[in-house]
Nanobody, 125 residues
């Protein structure tokens, strides 16, 4: 499966962005999908995930209540709606697919098999 993330850009603090992750080759509804981010000089970190069943989501504490992950099966696309953005949200954002059909959403980057190319989000203060 090939993933393409897009929708990043420059936004002021308090603003919103919606990232998209479009898939080709396989249907995303077969996979647990995750959004990760990597700020300069920092390790890649988990942001949000949606279980392959569509029945559950999970968020990092730093984004809980501000970000929402969703999926459109008809468009084979996963979204990350980001509201109330803060300068510390500045990072390259990646979408990823976990093909294991695991029971739980994992935050471990090593469990994700396919990655999009990343899209840069810059939040100005």
């Amino acid at each position: 499966v090939q993933l393409q993330a897009y929708g990043g850009g420059l936004v002021q603090a308090g603003g919103s962005l919606r990232l998209s992750c479009a898939a080709s080759g396989r249907t995303l509804s077969s996979y647990t999908m995750g959004w990760f981010r990597q700020a300069p000089g920092k390790e890649r970190e988990f942001v949000a995930g949606m279980h392959w069943s569509g029945g559950s989501t999970y968020y990092a504490n730093s984004v809980k209540g501000r970000f929402t992950i969703s999926r459109d099966n008809a468009k084979n696309t996963v979204y990350l709606q980001m509201n109330s953005l803060k300068p510390e949200d500045t990072a390259v954002y990646y979408c990823a697919a976990d093909t294991r059909l695991a029971l739980l959403i994992t935050t471990d980057t090593r469990r994700y098999d396919y990655w999009g190319q990343g899209t840069l989000v810059t939040v100005s203060s």
